[in-house]
């Protein structure tokens, strides 16, 4: 499975197919991708394949994960976008499918300004969304800015970057993604190792940090900024769009001034404004119940209802409310109701999409 999917993404690469993922989706294997890739395909098919077979091995030496489309690990949220990659190469521990995920992204080129917006935003959604994760690019200026403040605050944050884990482009940023790494955070990537940071990569590797995210934030952009191809992505994607609105003499943050005017995102200035938007006031009370020691073993009742969604997570892994109420024949007020009460009792998390997973 696995050096099929590599394969079917090499091949994805080499002939700038849009359908692959649709057909995956249809038919949930890589064979039959292949099948279909194959009959188009004018390079060396077969030293496409030793190379798929060659990257399996070199992740395995240097403790890459391979997180294929198809595995619980791979980041959901990103799954379900219609040009999501067929396998991603992680390194670290973050939990790709958080409850909460926001990227930050912005101009390369950040004033005071911008920087101390990040590190104000990331701190109050510390306070704010205990369980949140920040997503970024690891480039410089915003990116970086974003990944440092949730380092200091001790968020996991992941980088998604444009070439293979075999490098960190730029090298100065080296050490912060070690830090991720060790962490609760992680570097991940869709490229091959030996795969070099080219231009082209870059707006590529956007629609990943774009997909994998519940929002997209954008803290100063120029009008032609990457900041601005991430939120176009995030909209298409059915995604929360959010902007800090900055001066209007500034160039620096134009982008973003234009996306507000634009309708295009909506305007905030603190963590609150997107905790309000996102609808997630309940995820810091909910997180100190479990802090103040609030577990599972403590609710040793459960009614019958909440019991079969247990079973069913289990047996199924992450569902949607409606495919619960068809997996376990139950009313949809009566999924409602037991999904709620299990998530208080902290057995499941609500997940972007009204997905509910099991945890532990």
């Known amino acids: 499975m696995i050096p099929s999917l590599i394969l079917s993404q090499l ?12 057909l995956y989706d249809e038919t949930a294997s890589a064979e039959e991708v292949l099948k279909h890739v194959k009959k188009h395909i004018n390079e060396d098919y077969a030293a496409l394949e030793r190379r798929a077979y060659e990257e399996v091995e070199w992740c395995q030496q240097h403790m890459v994960q391979i997180a294929c489309i198809s595995d619980a690990a791979y980041p ?9 990659p067929f396998v991603l190469f992680v390194r670290g521990k973050a939990d790709l499918n958080a409850p909460h995920i926001v990227s930050i992204v912005g101009t390369r080129k950040c004033t005071a300004y911008g920087k101390d917006c990040v590190e104000r935003l990331v701190t109050e959604l510390r306070q704010l969304c205990p369980d949140i994760m920040i997503v970024s690019g690891l480039a410089y200026g915003i990116d970086i800015a974003a990944h440092r403040a949730a380092l200091k605050d001790n968020i996991p944050t992941v980088g998604v970057v444009a070439h293979g884990q ?7 940023h080296r050490n912060e993604a070690n830090k991720m790494v060790l962490g609760n955070g992680g570097v991940l990537t869709e490229y091959l190792s030996g795969t070099r940071p ?11 940090i774009a997909g994998m995210s519940d929002a997209t934030i954008v803290i100063e952009s120029a009008v032609h900024g990457g900041g601005l191809v991430t939120a176009r992505l995030a909209q298409d994607y059915g995604r929360d769009v959010m902007a800090i609105p900055g001066p209007i003499h500034s160039l620096a943050s134009e982008g973003c001034n234009h996306l507000i005017r634009d309708n295009k995102a909506a305007l905030i200035t603190s ?4 905790i309000t938007m996102m609808g997630w006031e ?3 009370a909910l997180q100190e119940a479990r802090q ?5 073993t403590m609710f040793v009742e459960l009614s019958e209802e909440e019991k079969k969604i247990l079973e069913t997570l289990r047996t199924h892994g992450d569902q949607h409310a409606n495919t619960l109420t068809m997996l376990t024949r139950l009313p949809i007020n009566a999924v409602a109701t037991a999904t709620f009460t299990l998530e208080m009792k902290g057995l499941i998390k609500a997940m972007s999409g009204n997905i509910f997973h099991l945890i532990g």
């Open 76 to 84: 959901d949220r990103l799954r379900r976008c219609a040009d999501a």
């Open 282 to 284: 309940n995820a810091a």
């Open 166 to 172: 075999d490098t960190i482009y730029p090298s100065l």
């Open 11 to 22: 091949c994805m690469k080499q002939l700038r197919l849009t359908d692959a993922k649709t």
């Open 292 to 296: 103040a020691g609030i577990e599972r």
């Open 271 to 274: 963590g609150k404004d997107i």
């Open 198 to 208: 080219e231009a082209r990569n870059f707006l590529q590797r956007n629609r990943i």
